[in-house]
């Protein structure tokens, strides 16, 4: 069975420290991985990682994949209140032979970024 | 682009009784998801959809979970009779069947209490 695991699962710093969450995966025919933001409502998008070693970056965002140790990192810098947030990862999963892109999640890490 | 659509945001029922979700994907989108978020935990896909044909229910609990999604559209999902541990939130989310990319647009979700 395919797993995703997330670490740490909370997580409390004070606006402008910088944080690094994790993310570890098992998953058979691994094709890519997607980092979520979560707050009130819908999941949004932010990054999805298909090769080694090459960080994707978005403002205070990045992300980067070793498909070697099977981890994934989310960086934010210089952290917002606004980040306050759970940050999810998932990877395609293509058990049972289907290709269409069941998401499997990991449990989530819960961020707070304190004024 | 309208995003996914979901009604309600928020229902409570009490245990044994009924109720439905519904779901309005972006338009074009063929395939079509539903997740269970647990609080603390992920989402988990309940059931997906390719146009109106089923494509994955392996973790559906069909004694009392129901899905459809009539004419390749819009989705239903049904839960009969609900108990406690059905509190949670109910995802929906689409994505096109052409192209590489596995992001997965997710609507607001609809918060189930069962009490």
């Known amino acids: 069975e395919d797993k995703v695991v997330q670490s740490p699962l909370s997580l409390v710093v004070h606006e402008g420290d910088t944080v690094t969450l994790n993310c570890s995966y098992e998953?058979?025919?691994?094709?890519?991985l997607l980092w979520y933001k979560q707050e009130k409502k819908a999941p949004t998008f932010l990054f999805m990682l298909t090769s080694s070693g090459i960080e994707k970056k978005s403002g205070r965002l990045s992300s980067i994949l070793d498909k070697k140790e099977l981890f994934s990192i989310l960086n934010i810098t210089a952290t917002q209140t606004g980040d306050s947030a759970i940050y999810l990862c998932a990877a395609p999963s293509n058990a049972g032979g289907t290709s269409y892109g069941k998401l499997t999640f990991g449990q989530g890490t819960i961020l707070t970024v304190h004024p | 682009e309208a995003g996914v659509a979901q009604s309600p945001r928020y229902k409570i029922i009490e245990k044994r009784q009924s109720v439905a979700f519904w779901c309005n994907p972006i338009?074009?989108?063929?395939?079509l998801y539903w997740y269970q978020q647990i609080l603390g935990q992920g989402p988990k896909l309940l059931i997906q959809?390719?146009?109106?044909?089923?494509?994955?229910d392996s973790q559906l609990p069909k004694d009392r979970f129901s899905a459809e999604r009539l004419k390749g559209v819009d989705s239903t999902l049904k839960i009969q009779p609900a108990k406690l541990e059905d509190s949670a939130v109910y995802l929906c989310?689409?994505?096109?069947?052409?192209?590489?990319?596995?992001?997965?647009?997710f609507g607001p979700g609809t918060r189930l209490t069962v009490t």
């Open positions: 959809f390719q146009n109106n044909g089923v494509v994955d």
């Open positions: 338009s074009g989108h063929a395939t």
């Open positions: 989310a689409s994505r096109p069947l052409a192209g590489r990319s596995y992001e997965q647009y």
């Open positions: 998953v058979t025919n691994f094709r890519s």
